[in-house]
Protein backbone atom coordinates (compact mmCIF):
# COMPACT_ATOMS: atom_id res chain seq x y z
CA UNK A 1 0.00 0.00 0.00
CA UNK A 2 1.23 3.88 -1.18
CA UNK A 3 0.88 5.95 1.82
CA UNK A 4 1.47 9.90 0.87
CA UNK A 5 2.73 11.39 3.87
CA UNK A 6 2.14 14.83 4.95
CA UNK A 7 5.56 16.80 5.55
CA UNK A 8 6.66 20.73 5.45
CA UNK A 9 10.34 21.88 4.15
CA UNK A 10 13.27 21.56 6.36
CA UNK A 11 15.68 23.93 6.04
CA UNK A 12 19.54 23.77 5.09
CA UNK A 13 18.48 20.66 3.03
CA UNK A 14 21.23 21.79 0.76
CA UNK A 15 23.74 19.91 -1.74
CA UNK A 16 27.36 21.30 -1.10
CA UNK A 17 30.39 20.20 -2.81
CA UNK A 18 28.85 16.31 -2.88
CA UNK A 19 25.62 16.25 -1.87
CA UNK A 20 23.75 16.70 1.44
CA UNK A 21 25.82 15.89 4.73
CA UNK A 22 24.54 16.39 7.91
CA UNK A 23 25.09 14.90 11.47
CA UNK A 24 23.63 11.65 11.71
CA UNK A 25 20.72 12.44 14.18
CA UNK A 26 19.82 15.33 11.63
CA UNK A 27 19.26 12.79 9.06
CA UNK A 28 17.26 10.42 11.17
CA UNK A 29 14.88 13.06 12.75
CA UNK A 30 11.39 13.09 11.34
CA UNK A 31 10.72 13.32 7.67
CA UNK A 32 14.73 14.61 7.08
CA UNK A 33 15.83 11.70 4.97
CA UNK A 34 12.54 11.60 3.49
CA UNK A 35 11.77 15.00 2.53
CA UNK A 36 15.55 15.16 0.50
CA UNK A 37 14.81 11.82 -1.57
CA UNK A 38 11.25 12.72 -2.49
CA UNK A 39 13.04 16.14 -3.95
CA UNK A 40 15.48 14.13 -5.66
CA UNK A 41 12.40 11.84 -7.48
CA UNK A 42 10.53 15.03 -8.29
CA UNK A 43 12.93 16.94 -9.90
CA UNK A 44 14.41 13.38 -11.62
CA UNK A 45 11.38 11.96 -11.65
CA UNK A 46 10.45 8.18 -11.05
CA UNK A 47 7.95 6.65 -12.96
CA UNK A 48 9.78 3.40 -14.89
CA UNK A 49 12.78 4.19 -14.25
CA UNK A 50 16.34 2.41 -13.20
CA UNK A 51 18.52 3.41 -10.34
CA UNK A 52 21.81 2.64 -8.17
CA UNK A 53 21.80 2.19 -4.82
CA UNK A 54 24.72 1.70 -1.98
CA UNK A 55 26.63 3.30 0.65
CA UNK A 56 29.69 3.14 2.12
CA UNK A 57 28.49 1.07 4.78
CA UNK A 58 28.28 3.67 7.74
CA UNK A 59 26.03 3.87 10.69
CA UNK A 60 22.31 4.55 9.64
CA UNK A 61 23.23 3.31 5.57
CA UNK A 62 21.21 0.10 6.43
CA UNK A 63 18.18 1.72 7.37
CA UNK A 64 18.16 4.64 5.16
CA UNK A 65 18.81 1.69 2.60
CA UNK A 66 15.10 0.10 3.23
CA UNK A 67 13.54 4.07 3.38
CA UNK A 68 14.86 5.41 -0.10
CA UNK A 69 13.92 1.85 -1.49
CA UNK A 70 10.06 2.07 -0.42
CA UNK A 71 10.12 5.86 -1.55
CA UNK A 72 11.36 4.54 -5.04
CA UNK A 73 8.78 1.32 -4.62
CA UNK A 74 5.77 4.17 -4.10
CA UNK A 75 7.32 6.89 -6.59
CA UNK A 76 6.67 3.82 -9.51
CA UNK A 77 10.30 3.71 -10.03
CA UNK A 78 10.84 0.22 -12.24
CA UNK A 79 14.00 -1.13 -10.73
CA UNK A 80 17.14 -0.79 -8.27
CA UNK A 81 20.28 -2.59 -8.19
CA UNK A 82 21.51 -2.67 -4.49
CA UNK A 83 25.06 -3.54 -3.67
CA UNK A 84 24.92 -6.56 -1.29
CA UNK A 85 24.31 -5.18 2.37
CA UNK A 86 23.48 -1.66 0.38
CA UNK A 87 27.42 -1.26 0.49
CA UNK A 88 28.70 -0.01 -2.88
CA UNK A 89 32.06 2.52 -2.86
CA UNK A 90 31.42 5.43 -4.71
CA UNK A 91 33.11 4.84 -7.93
CA UNK A 92 31.10 1.23 -7.95
CA UNK A 93 28.53 3.28 -7.68
CA UNK A 94 29.24 5.14 -10.82
CA UNK A 95 30.69 2.19 -12.92
CA UNK A 96 27.18 -0.06 -12.38
CA UNK A 97 24.67 2.93 -13.41
CA UNK A 98 26.71 3.09 -16.34
CA UNK A 99 27.51 -0.89 -16.90
CA UNK A 100 23.66 -1.12 -16.56
CA UNK A 101 22.32 2.27 -18.26
CA UNK A 102 20.32 3.39 -15.56
CA UNK A 103 18.73 6.43 -14.88
CA UNK A 104 21.19 7.55 -12.27
CA UNK A 105 21.67 6.35 -8.64
CA UNK A 106 21.46 6.92 -5.08
CA UNK A 107 24.93 7.30 -2.98
CA UNK A 108 24.40 7.20 1.02
CA UNK A 109 27.73 8.28 2.17
CA UNK A 110 29.41 11.26 3.81
CA UNK A 111 32.62 10.32 2.42
CA UNK A 112 35.78 11.36 4.70
CA UNK A 113 33.51 12.37 6.92
CA UNK A 114 33.60 10.31 10.24
CA UNK A 115 30.45 8.26 10.82
CA UNK A 116 28.41 6.60 13.93
CA UNK A 117 25.39 7.69 15.55
CA UNK A 118 26.96 11.47 16.54
CA UNK A 119 28.81 11.89 13.55
CA UNK A 120 27.98 12.08 9.87
CA UNK A 121 25.60 11.15 6.83
CA UNK A 122 25.06 11.90 3.52
CA UNK A 123 23.09 10.96 0.25
CA UNK A 124 23.75 12.49 -3.03
CA UNK A 125 22.56 11.76 -7.10
CA UNK A 126 24.73 10.66 -9.63
CA UNK A 127 23.16 11.01 -13.18
CA UNK A 128 23.16 8.16 -16.25
CA UNK A 129 26.16 9.25 -16.67
CA UNK A 130 27.81 7.89 -13.62
CA UNK A 131 28.92 11.73 -12.26
CA UNK A 132 27.48 13.74 -9.52
CA UNK A 133 24.47 15.64 -10.15
CA UNK A 134 25.64 18.93 -11.51
CA UNK A 135 25.04 22.17 -9.89
CA UNK A 136 21.69 23.30 -11.82
CA UNK A 137 19.82 19.93 -10.73
CA UNK A 138 21.62 20.14 -6.75
CA UNK A 139 19.83 23.30 -7.06
CA UNK A 140 16.92 22.33 -8.21
CA UNK A 141 16.68 19.72 -5.46
CA UNK A 142 17.56 22.42 -3.20
CA UNK A 143 14.63 24.45 -4.15
CA UNK A 144 12.02 21.50 -4.08
CA UNK A 145 12.73 20.70 -0.40
CA UNK A 146 11.56 24.19 0.21
CA UNK A 147 8.32 23.60 -1.16
CA UNK A 148 7.66 20.15 -0.33
CA UNK A 149 4.35 19.14 1.38
CA UNK A 150 3.69 15.71 0.85
CA UNK A 151 6.35 12.32 0.26
CA UNK A 152 5.04 8.87 -0.95
CA UNK A 153 6.09 5.59 0.73
CA UNK A 154 5.17 2.05 0.61
CA UNK A 155 4.42 0.23 3.52
CA UNK A 156 5.87 -2.88 3.38
CA UNK A 157 8.86 -5.04 5.24
CA UNK A 158 12.35 -4.51 5.01
CA UNK A 159 13.73 -6.23 1.43
CA UNK A 160 16.44 -8.87 1.92
CA UNK A 161 19.66 -7.00 1.17
CA UNK A 162 21.74 -9.70 2.57
CA UNK A 163 20.95 -11.88 0.05
CA UNK A 164 21.86 -11.58 -4.06
CA UNK A 165 19.72 -12.16 -6.57
CA UNK A 166 16.37 -10.65 -7.62
CA UNK A 167 13.49 -9.55 -4.93
CA UNK A 168 10.40 -7.32 -5.50
CA UNK A 169 8.84 -4.47 -3.82
CA UNK A 170 5.35 -3.73 -4.34
CA UNK A 171 5.50 -3.54 -8.40
CA UNK A 172 9.04 -2.62 -8.07
CA UNK A 173 12.15 -5.29 -8.68
CA UNK A 174 15.18 -5.19 -6.19
CA UNK A 175 18.18 -6.48 -7.48
CA UNK A 176 20.64 -7.49 -5.09
CA UNK A 177 23.84 -7.51 -7.05
CA UNK A 178 27.54 -8.65 -5.62
CA UNK A 179 28.95 -4.94 -5.01
CA UNK A 180 32.80 -6.13 -5.59
CA UNK A 181 32.63 -8.18 -8.95
CA UNK A 182 32.02 -5.69 -11.65
CA UNK A 183 34.30 -3.20 -10.34
CA UNK A 184 36.87 -5.60 -10.38
CA UNK A 185 36.13 -6.92 -13.79
CA UNK A 186 36.56 -2.96 -14.75
CA UNK A 187 39.97 -2.92 -13.16
CA UNK A 188 41.43 -5.87 -15.27
CA UNK A 189 40.51 -4.27 -18.19
CA UNK A 190 42.58 -1.34 -17.69
CA UNK A 191 45.60 -2.95 -15.90
CA UNK A 192 48.57 -5.26 -16.95
CA UNK A 193 47.22 -7.63 -14.08
CA UNK A 194 49.58 -10.37 -15.16
CA UNK A 195 52.77 -7.90 -14.47
CA UNK A 196 51.88 -6.33 -11.24
CA UNK A 197 50.71 -10.15 -9.68
CA UNK A 198 54.54 -11.20 -10.89
CA UNK A 199 55.51 -8.59 -8.91
CA UNK A 200 53.95 -9.59 -5.93
CA UNK A 201 55.49 -12.86 -6.58
CA UNK A 202 58.74 -11.44 -6.74
CA UNK A 203 58.59 -10.31 -2.96
CA UNK A 204 57.01 -7.02 -3.52
CA UNK A 205 55.17 -5.83 -0.60
CA UNK A 206 52.29 -3.04 0.14
CA UNK A 207 50.06 -2.50 3.04
CA UNK A 208 47.01 -1.39 1.68
CA UNK A 209 44.80 0.64 5.04
CA UNK A 210 40.68 0.53 4.01
CA UNK A 211 40.48 2.38 7.15
CA UNK A 212 37.28 0.40 8.23
CA UNK A 213 35.50 1.62 5.50
CA UNK A 214 34.34 0.56 2.71
CA UNK A 215 37.00 -0.44 0.10
CA UNK A 216 37.99 -3.56 2.62
CA UNK A 217 36.00 -5.89 0.43
CA UNK A 218 37.42 -4.37 -3.04
CA UNK A 219 41.08 -4.21 -1.71
CA UNK A 220 41.08 -7.71 -0.47
CA UNK A 221 39.72 -8.93 -3.42
CA UNK A 222 42.04 -6.95 -5.89
CA UNK A 223 45.25 -6.88 -4.59
CA UNK A 224 44.77 -10.07 -2.37
CA UNK A 225 43.23 -12.67 -4.33
CA UNK A 226 43.32 -11.58 -7.74
CA UNK A 227 47.26 -10.03 -7.53
CA UNK A 228 48.54 -12.20 -5.40
CA UNK A 229 49.85 -9.84 -2.15
CA UNK A 230 49.94 -11.84 0.77
CA UNK A 231 47.10 -12.42 3.16
CA UNK A 232 46.94 -9.61 5.36
CA UNK A 233 48.49 -6.85 3.11
CA UNK A 234 44.95 -4.83 3.51
CA UNK A 235 44.15 -3.82 7.43
CA UNK A 236 41.15 -2.61 8.48
CA UNK A 237 39.41 -4.41 6.35
CA UNK A 238 36.03 -4.80 7.48
CA UNK A 239 33.73 -1.99 6.95
CA UNK A 240 32.29 -0.73 10.10
CA UNK A 241 28.86 1.60 10.92
CA UNK A 242 31.25 3.54 12.85
CA UNK A 243 34.90 3.26 11.16
CA UNK A 244 35.93 1.52 14.13
CA UNK A 245 36.05 5.11 15.50
CA UNK A 246 38.95 5.97 12.80
CA UNK A 247 38.51 8.92 10.89
CA UNK A 248 38.53 7.58 7.09
CA UNK A 249 40.08 10.39 5.59
CA UNK A 250 43.55 9.35 3.97
CA UNK A 251 45.61 12.07 5.29
CA UNK A 252 49.23 11.68 7.23
CA UNK A 253 47.09 13.01 10.36
CA UNK A 254 44.08 10.65 10.16
CA UNK A 255 45.90 7.61 8.81
CA UNK A 256 48.82 7.56 11.14
CA UNK A 257 49.20 4.04 11.18
CA UNK A 258 49.92 3.71 7.49
CA UNK A 259 52.67 6.32 7.75
CA UNK A 260 54.19 5.44 11.15
CA UNK A 261 54.53 2.21 8.79
CA UNK A 262 55.85 3.40 5.69
CA UNK A 263 58.52 5.93 7.55
CA UNK A 264 59.72 2.82 9.07
CA UNK A 265 62.60 0.49 9.19
CA UNK A 266 60.49 -2.53 8.11
CA UNK A 267 58.45 -0.54 5.64
CA UNK A 268 56.91 -2.28 2.62
CA UNK A 269 57.76 -1.04 -0.38
CA UNK A 270 54.49 0.78 -1.00
CA UNK A 271 51.57 1.84 0.96
CA UNK A 272 48.11 3.11 0.06
CA UNK A 273 45.30 4.19 2.11
CA UNK A 274 41.66 4.82 0.71
CA UNK A 275 38.57 7.03 2.29
CA UNK A 276 35.38 6.35 3.44
CA UNK A 277 33.54 5.66 0.53
CA UNK A 278 36.78 4.65 -1.56
CA UNK A 279 36.90 7.70 -3.70
CA UNK A 280 40.03 9.37 -2.06
CA UNK A 281 43.55 7.53 -2.53
CA UNK A 282 47.00 8.63 -0.21
CA UNK A 283 50.49 6.73 -1.94
CA UNK A 284 52.78 6.34 0.41
CA UNK A 285 56.54 4.98 -0.90
CA UNK A 286 58.59 3.59 1.60
CA UNK A 287 60.47 6.92 3.90
CA UNK A 288 58.52 9.45 1.16
CA UNK A 289 55.48 10.50 1.35
CA UNK A 290 53.49 11.73 -2.25
CA UNK A 291 51.69 14.44 -2.18
CA UNK A 292 48.31 14.05 -4.28
CA UNK A 293 49.06 16.91 -6.39
CA UNK A 294 52.14 15.41 -7.47
CA UNK A 295 50.52 11.88 -7.54
CA UNK A 296 48.17 13.21 -10.34
CA UNK A 297 51.30 14.44 -12.16
CA UNK A 298 53.18 11.03 -12.10
CA UNK A 299 50.28 9.33 -13.09
CA UNK A 300 49.56 11.32 -16.14
CA UNK A 301 53.27 11.27 -17.08
CA UNK A 302 53.29 7.58 -16.59
CA UNK A 303 49.69 6.50 -17.96
CA UNK A 304 50.76 5.44 -21.12
CA UNK A 305 52.45 2.37 -19.62
CA UNK A 306 48.94 1.09 -18.29
CA UNK A 307 47.36 -0.99 -20.83
CA UNK A 308 43.80 1.02 -20.74
CA UNK A 309 46.07 3.88 -21.30
CA UNK A 310 48.43 3.25 -23.76
CA UNK A 311 47.17 5.14 -26.56
CA UNK A 312 47.76 8.15 -24.72
CA UNK A 313 45.69 10.91 -22.44
CA UNK A 314 42.77 13.40 -24.76
CA UNK A 315 43.58 16.07 -21.89
CA UNK A 316 44.16 16.63 -18.10
CA UNK A 317 41.74 18.50 -16.04
CA UNK A 318 42.75 19.33 -12.37
CA UNK A 319 40.55 21.70 -9.70
CA UNK A 320 41.98 25.32 -9.54
CA UNK A 321 43.65 24.65 -5.48
CA UNK A 322 45.68 21.54 -7.11
CA UNK A 323 49.00 22.11 -7.80
CA UNK A 324 50.00 23.19 -11.25
CA UNK A 325 52.27 20.15 -11.39
CA UNK A 326 50.25 18.36 -13.69
CA UNK A 327 49.77 21.63 -16.30
CA UNK A 328 53.27 20.95 -16.74
CA UNK A 329 52.91 17.29 -17.93
CA UNK A 330 50.01 18.16 -19.90
CA UNK A 331 52.56 20.88 -21.72
CA UNK A 332 55.05 18.70 -22.28
CA UNK A 333 52.67 15.84 -23.77
CA UNK A 334 50.77 18.57 -26.16
CA UNK A 335 47.58 17.77 -24.87
CA UNK A 336 44.47 19.65 -23.32
CA UNK A 337 44.39 20.78 -19.85
CA UNK A 338 41.52 22.52 -17.81
CA UNK A 339 41.12 23.96 -14.26
CA UNK A 340 37.85 23.73 -12.73
CA UNK A 341 36.04 24.48 -9.44
CA UNK A 342 36.87 21.93 -6.74
CA UNK A 343 33.94 18.83 -6.98
CA UNK A 344 33.94 16.09 -9.22
CA UNK A 345 30.76 17.21 -10.86
CA UNK A 346 32.60 19.73 -12.64
CA UNK A 347 34.41 17.11 -14.50
CA UNK A 348 31.52 15.22 -15.99
CA UNK A 349 30.87 17.32 -18.70
CA UNK A 350 34.91 17.11 -19.50
CA UNK A 351 34.69 13.20 -19.26
CA UNK A 352 32.02 13.11 -21.41
CA UNK A 353 32.84 15.44 -24.19
CA UNK A 354 36.15 13.05 -24.36
CA UNK A 355 38.05 16.21 -23.83
CA UNK A 356 39.90 14.58 -20.75
CA UNK A 357 40.99 11.14 -19.97
CA UNK A 358 42.48 11.32 -16.64
CA UNK A 359 41.13 13.99 -13.43
CA UNK A 360 42.20 15.05 -10.56
CA UNK A 361 42.13 17.00 -6.99
CA UNK A 362 44.53 18.22 -4.03
CA UNK A 363 42.21 16.48 -1.76
CA UNK A 364 43.27 12.93 -2.46
CA UNK A 365 40.69 12.74 -5.88
CA UNK A 366 42.57 11.27 -8.83
CA UNK A 367 39.98 9.66 -11.59
CA UNK A 368 39.84 8.80 -15.32
CA UNK A 369 37.25 8.19 -17.76
CA UNK A 370 36.74 4.59 -16.88
CA UNK A 371 33.94 6.06 -14.02
CA UNK A 372 32.20 9.32 -13.18
CA UNK A 373 33.92 9.65 -9.81
CA UNK A 374 37.15 10.47 -8.31
CA UNK A 375 38.27 6.50 -7.95
CA UNK A 376 41.24 5.76 -4.63
CA UNK A 377 41.61 2.18 -5.82
CA UNK A 378 42.20 2.79 -9.12
CA UNK A 379 44.86 4.99 -8.29
CA UNK A 380 46.66 3.08 -6.22
CA UNK A 381 46.45 -0.15 -9.05
CA UNK A 382 47.49 2.16 -11.60
CA UNK A 383 50.90 3.38 -9.25
CA UNK A 384 51.12 -0.84 -8.84
CA UNK A 385 50.96 -1.00 -12.64
CA UNK A 386 53.74 1.99 -13.26
CA UNK A 387 55.93 0.32 -10.25
CA UNK A 388 55.85 -2.98 -12.36
CA UNK A 389 56.88 -1.45 -15.55
CA UNK A 390 59.40 0.72 -14.44
CA UNK A 391 60.64 -1.27 -12.16
CA UNK A 392 61.99 1.42 -9.71
CA UNK A 393 61.15 2.97 -6.21
CA UNK A 394 58.76 5.12 -5.61
CA UNK A 395 61.30 7.84 -4.50
CA UNK A 396 63.06 7.60 -7.31
CA UNK A 397 60.28 8.09 -9.81
CA UNK A 398 59.43 11.14 -7.90
CA UNK A 399 62.88 12.17 -7.89
CA UNK A 400 62.62 11.74 -11.68
CA UNK A 401 59.73 13.55 -12.01
CA UNK A 402 61.20 16.68 -10.30
CA UNK A 403 64.42 16.53 -11.65
CA UNK A 404 62.51 16.66 -15.37
CA UNK A 405 59.43 18.76 -14.46
CA UNK A 406 60.92 21.02 -11.52
CA UNK A 407 58.91 20.68 -7.99
CA UNK A 408 55.26 22.76 -7.45
CA UNK A 409 56.06 22.51 -3.75
CA UNK A 410 51.93 22.24 -2.22
CA UNK A 411 50.34 22.03 1.18
CA UNK A 412 46.93 22.38 2.52
CA UNK A 413 46.12 23.96 5.61
CA UNK A 414 42.77 22.92 7.57
CA UNK A 415 41.53 25.64 10.02
CA UNK A 416 38.14 23.17 11.07
CA UNK A 417 34.83 24.52 13.06
CA UNK A 418 35.97 28.25 13.33
CA UNK A 419 32.61 29.96 13.94
CA UNK A 420 30.73 30.64 10.37
CA UNK A 421 30.50 34.19 11.12
CA UNK A 422 34.30 34.72 11.93
CA UNK A 423 34.75 32.59 8.70
CA UNK A 424 32.33 34.75 6.21
CA UNK A 425 33.52 38.12 7.87
CA UNK A 426 37.50 36.77 6.74
CA UNK A 427 36.52 35.86 3.23
CA UNK A 428 34.36 39.19 2.95
CA UNK A 429 36.90 40.93 3.72
CA UNK A 430 39.39 39.54 1.52
CA UNK A 431 36.88 39.77 -1.37
CA UNK A 432 36.61 43.03 -0.79
CA UNK A 433 39.96 43.99 -0.99
CA UNK A 434 41.03 41.72 -4.24
CA UNK A 435 41.08 44.96 -6.79
CA UNK A 436 44.12 46.31 -4.35
CA UNK A 437 46.42 43.55 -4.28
CA UNK A 438 47.88 43.43 -7.67
CA UNK A 439 51.79 45.04 -7.38
CA UNK A 440 51.49 45.04 -3.77
CA UNK A 441 54.49 43.71 -2.18
CA UNK A 442 53.86 40.49 0.81
CA UNK A 443 56.87 38.81 2.33
CA UNK A 444 59.71 40.01 -0.44
CA UNK A 445 57.31 39.12 -3.02
CA UNK A 446 55.33 40.97 -5.14
CA UNK A 447 51.34 39.86 -5.95
CA UNK A 448 51.05 39.93 -9.71
CA UNK A 449 46.82 39.22 -9.67
CA UNK A 450 44.33 38.58 -7.40
CA UNK A 451 40.56 37.22 -8.36
CA UNK A 452 37.69 35.13 -6.93
CA UNK A 453 37.60 32.26 -9.14
CA UNK A 454 35.12 31.85 -11.41
CA UNK A 455 34.39 28.89 -14.06
CA UNK A 456 32.67 28.86 -17.36
CA UNK A 457 32.07 25.04 -18.57
CA UNK A 458 33.53 25.09 -21.76
CA UNK A 459 30.82 21.96 -23.23
CA UNK A 460 27.61 23.20 -22.24
CA UNK A 461 29.05 27.33 -21.00
CA UNK A 462 27.14 26.98 -17.48
CA UNK A 463 29.09 29.28 -14.72
CA UNK A 464 29.98 28.94 -11.43
CA UNK A 465 31.23 32.16 -9.61
CA UNK A 466 32.48 32.53 -6.13
CA UNK A 467 34.65 29.12 -6.27
CA UNK A 468 38.04 30.46 -3.79
CA UNK A 469 39.44 33.32 -3.66
CA UNK A 470 43.37 33.06 -5.55
CA UNK A 471 46.63 35.51 -5.02
CA UNK A 472 49.23 34.99 -6.92
CA UNK A 473 52.73 36.25 -7.51
CA UNK A 474 54.92 37.40 -9.81
CA UNK A 475 57.69 34.67 -8.79
CA UNK A 476 55.24 31.79 -9.74
CA UNK A 477 53.69 31.41 -6.17
CA UNK A 478 50.41 30.94 -5.22
CA UNK A 479 47.71 31.23 -1.89
CA UNK A 480 44.50 29.80 -2.86
CA UNK A 481 41.78 30.37 0.11
CA UNK A 482 38.07 28.65 0.14
CA UNK A 483 35.82 27.44 2.76
CA UNK A 484 34.64 23.51 2.73
CA UNK A 485 31.36 22.60 1.10
CA UNK A 486 31.53 18.96 2.71
CA UNK A 487 31.88 20.04 6.83
CA UNK A 488 29.17 19.56 9.00
CA UNK A 489 30.24 21.96 11.58
CA UNK A 490 30.91 25.41 11.59
CA UNK A 491 33.02 26.30 8.71
CA UNK A 492 35.93 24.79 7.79
CA UNK A 493 39.02 27.28 6.03
CA UNK A 494 41.29 25.40 2.98
CA UNK A 495 44.41 27.52 2.83
CA UNK A 496 45.72 26.36 -0.54
CA UNK A 497 49.97 27.20 -0.65
CA UNK A 498 52.17 26.53 -3.44
CA UNK A 499 55.70 27.26 -4.71
CA UNK A 500 57.76 26.67 -7.98
CA UNK A 501 61.25 25.57 -8.14
CA UNK A 502 62.58 24.60 -11.94
CA UNK A 503 65.90 22.92 -10.55
CA UNK A 504 68.12 21.57 -10.43
CA UNK A 505 68.65 22.44 -7.12
CA UNK A 506 66.42 22.85 -4.11
CA UNK A 507 64.20 19.82 -5.17
CA UNK A 508 64.61 18.51 -1.89
CA UNK A 509 63.18 20.77 0.80
CA UNK A 510 60.53 19.66 3.01
CA UNK A 511 57.82 21.35 1.63
CA UNK A 512 56.57 23.60 4.80
CA UNK A 513 59.78 24.66 5.13
CA UNK A 514 59.88 25.77 1.16
CA UNK A 515 56.60 27.71 1.52
CA UNK A 516 57.56 29.61 5.07
CA UNK A 517 56.91 32.59 3.50
CA UNK A 518 53.95 32.15 1.43
CA UNK A 519 52.18 30.69 4.85
CA UNK A 520 53.14 33.97 6.69
CA UNK A 521 52.11 36.01 3.84
CA UNK A 522 48.70 34.47 3.45
CA UNK A 523 48.50 34.79 7.04
CA UNK A 524 49.67 38.51 6.53
CA UNK A 525 46.75 38.99 3.63
CA UNK A 526 43.94 36.93 5.14
CA UNK A 527 44.15 38.22 8.81
CA UNK A 528 43.20 34.83 9.62
CA UNK A 529 44.79 35.21 13.36
CA UNK A 530 42.27 38.75 13.48
CA UNK A 531 39.09 37.17 12.36
CA UNK A 532 39.28 33.90 13.29
CA UNK A 533 41.71 33.71 16.57
CA UNK A 534 43.49 30.89 14.87
CA UNK A 535 47.22 31.07 14.09
CA UNK A 536 47.81 27.11 12.93
CA UNK A 537 45.81 24.72 11.11
CA UNK A 538 44.12 21.63 12.59
CA UNK A 539 45.48 19.03 9.55
CA UNK A 540 48.12 20.10 7.35
CA UNK A 541 48.08 17.99 3.78
C1 LIG B 1 36.33 18.39 -0.24
C2 LIG B 1 37.53 18.48 -1.15
C3 LIG B 1 37.10 18.37 -2.60
C4 LIG B 1 36.32 17.05 -2.80
C5 LIG B 1 35.17 17.01 -1.82
C6 LIG B 1 34.42 15.70 -1.87
O1 LIG B 1 35.44 19.47 -0.50
O2 LIG B 1 38.23 19.69 -0.93
O3 LIG B 1 38.24 18.42 -3.41
O4 LIG B 1 35.84 16.97 -4.10
O5 LIG B 1 35.65 17.17 -0.48
O6 LIG B 1 35.28 14.63 -1.62
P1 LIG B 1 35.39 20.78 0.41
O7 LIG B 1 34.27 21.60 -0.14
O8 LIG B 1 35.18 20.34 1.82
O9 LIG B 1 36.72 21.43 0.27
V1 LIG B 1 34.68 13.26 -0.84
O10 LIG B 1 35.83 12.03 -0.92
O11 LIG B 1 34.35 13.93 0.65
O12 LIG B 1 33.34 12.90 -1.73
CO1 LIG C 1 35.10 10.24 -0.60
Known amino acids: ?77 ARVIVGQGAILSTPAASHLIR ?55 LEAQDVDLGTIGRHHLGAMIVDVVDPVSDYAALMETLFDFPAIRAMFAAGFRMRMDSMCAVTGPYAVEIFENRLGAVAGTV ?16 NPTWAHELMAEMMGDAAPDFGAASDGDG ?43 TSAAVDRVADALGIARFETPTGWKFFGNLLDAGRVTLCGEESFGTGSDHVREKDGLWAVILWLNILAVRKQ ?28 DKADAMMAALRGKLASLPGQMAQGMRISAADDFAYTDPVDGSVSTGQGVRILFEDGSRIVLRLSGTGTEGATL ?11 GDLDHDPQEALAPVIRAAHDLAAIAGFTGRTAPDVIT
Open 1 to 77: MITTVSTAPIAGQKPGTSGLRKKTPVFMGPHYLENFVQSIFDVVGTAGKTFVLGGDGRYFNDRAAQVILRMAAANGA
Open 99 to 153: LNKTDGGIIMSASHNPGGPTEDFGVKFNMPNGGPAPEGVTEAMFRRTTEITTYKI
Open 235 to 250: THATPLPDFGGMHPDP
Open 279 to 321: DRNMVVGRGIYVSPSDSLAVLAANAHLAPGYAQGLAGIARSMP
Open 393 to 420: TVAEILQDHWARYGRNYYSRHDFEAIAT
Open 494 to 504: RLYLERYVAGP
